[in-house]
């Protein structure tokens, strides 16, 4: 399975999850969401990243649009840092469309997005998220050191006071390890002479995230004495 195979299936398999755990309260449309780079990406990575939303319905003035990160650690960060006041800064996220001032973006936590509707926007307009704009000499927004998934989930509300819908697409960033750095060995605390031990080993990047697969190999020992 190559790399591309493997985001498509994560994707899938998280979209039926969400729906399965949902079902019952929220209300699912399908929609055009796009993602770029679409990854690999990797840890501690300083880069930008592209999300845009075409609406599958139209969203009247004092509606909103919600972009939910989260990640297969259960945390709820992903970025070192994300902001909108400082252009300037590490991690500025900025929002467009087409008529810009239709829309005030906000940022109540680390890993969610709103973005207030202020005049009415018809179906099939584009909403873009750019995380780590460097267009205003940011210098972009940097992964944490932690090899995961992140999830993009985009949400959004007609009206004010109306029911929050799901788009039923979900783009999916796996962020993988560095390149090696050491490599760990686990032996066995009790070994007896002239015996055999079997020694695991994994290779770690200079953040200690596994790389690969843990593997076994079987040492036979020589002396006639361990002190």
């Given at each position: 399975?190559?790399?591309?195979?493997?985001?498509?299936?994560?994707?899938?398999?998280?979209?039926?999850?969400?729906?399965?755990?949902?079902?019952?309260?929220?209300?699912?449309?399908?929609?055009?969401?796009?993602?770029?780079?679409?990854?690999?990406?990797?840890?501690?990575?300083?880069?930008?990243?592209?999300?845009?939303?075409?609406?599958?319905?139209?969203?009247?003035?004092?509606?909103?649009?919600q972009i939910?990160?989260?990640?297969?650690?259960?945390?709820?960060?992903?970025?070192?840092?994300?902001?909108?006041?400082?252009?300037?800064?590490?991690?500025?996220?900025?929002?467009?469309?087409?008529?810009?001032?239709?829309?005030?973006?906000?940022?109540?936590?680390?890993?969610?997005?709103?973005?207030?509707?202020?005049?009415?926007?018809?179906?099939?307009?584009?909403?873009?998220?750019?995380?780590?704009?460097?267009?205003?000499?940011?210098?972009?927004?940097?992964?944490?050191?932690?090899?995961?998934?992140?999830f993009f989930?985009?949400?959004?509300?007609?009206?004010?006071?109306?029911?929050?819908?799901?788009?039923?697409?979900?783009?999916?960033?796996?962020?993988?390890?560095?390149?090696?750095?050491?490599?760990?060995?686990?032996?066995?605390?009790?070994?007896?002479?002239?015996?055999?031990?079997?020694?695991?080993k994994i290779?770690?990047?200079?953040?200690?995230?596994?790389?690969?697969?843990?593997?076994?190999?079987?040492?036979?020992?020589?002396?006639?004495?361990?002190?």
């Amino acid at each position: 399975m190559n790399q591309k195979e493997f985001s498509e299936r994560i994707r899938e398999n998280w979209r039926a999850r969400l729906r399965d755990l949902y079902r019952d309260k929220f209300r699912f449309l399908p929609g055009k969401v796009n993602f770029s780079p679409p990854g690999p990406a990797y840890v501690a990575q300083m880069a930008t990243w592209e999300l845009t939303f075409y609406l599958p319905v139209a969203i009247e003035g004092e509606g909103e649009i919600q972009i939910q990160l989260n990640n297969s650690l259960g945390a709820n960060w992903v970025f070192n840092v994300l902001q909108i006041h400082n252009p300037e800064g590490e991690g500025y996220v900025s929002v467009d469309c087409k008529r810009f001032s239709s829309i005030s973006p906000e940022l109540p936590r680390p890993n969610l997005i709103i973005i207030k509707i202020k005049e009415k926007l018809a179906e099939g307009e584009w909403i873009r998220v750019i995380f780590g704009d460097k267009r205003y000499r940011s210098s972009g927004a940097q992964l944490k050191i932690y090899t995961q998934k992140v999830f993009f989930y985009v949400s959004f509300k007609e009206r004010k006071f109306s029911e929050l819908i799901l788009v039923d697409k979900t783009p999916c960033l796996n962020v993988l390890p560095d390149k090696k750095y050491s490599t760990r060995v686990i032996v066995p605390s009790f070994v007896a002479p002239q015996g055999k031990i079997s020694l695991k080993k994994i290779d770690l990047d200079r953040f200690g995230n596994p790389i690969g697969r843990l593997t076994e190999d079987t040492v036979k020992i020589k002396t006639s004495s361990i002190k």
